[in-house]
């Protein structure tokens, strides 16, 4: 059962193809102390739930899916 949890909630008018390109990523177990989630909320929320053991399962985690999730939002701005 994890002990820690990070949520976080981005607002962009592009979640639904920020989590289009993050999508092939959560089907993939990157580490069995920690689980990932991701979903979106109305049309420009995309919510990011991380649950872990340990603080490092959950910083390493969290380090993965926050730039995966910067890089597909700044892949937004080039046209």
Do not use: K
């Amino acid at each position: 059962m994890p002990n820690h949890e990070a949520v976080f909630r981005f607002e962009s008018e592009h979640a639904a193809r920020i989590y289009q390109s993050i999508a092939p990523e959560l089907a993939d177990e990157v580490n069995p102390r920690s689980t990932i989630s991701c979903r979106l909320e109305g049309d420009h929320t995309l919510v990011l739930t991380v649950a872990a053991q340990d603080t490092s399962s959950l910083r390493a985690a969290l380090n993965m899916y926050l730039r995966l999730i910067n890089v597909a939002d700044e892949m937004q701005q080039i046209p």
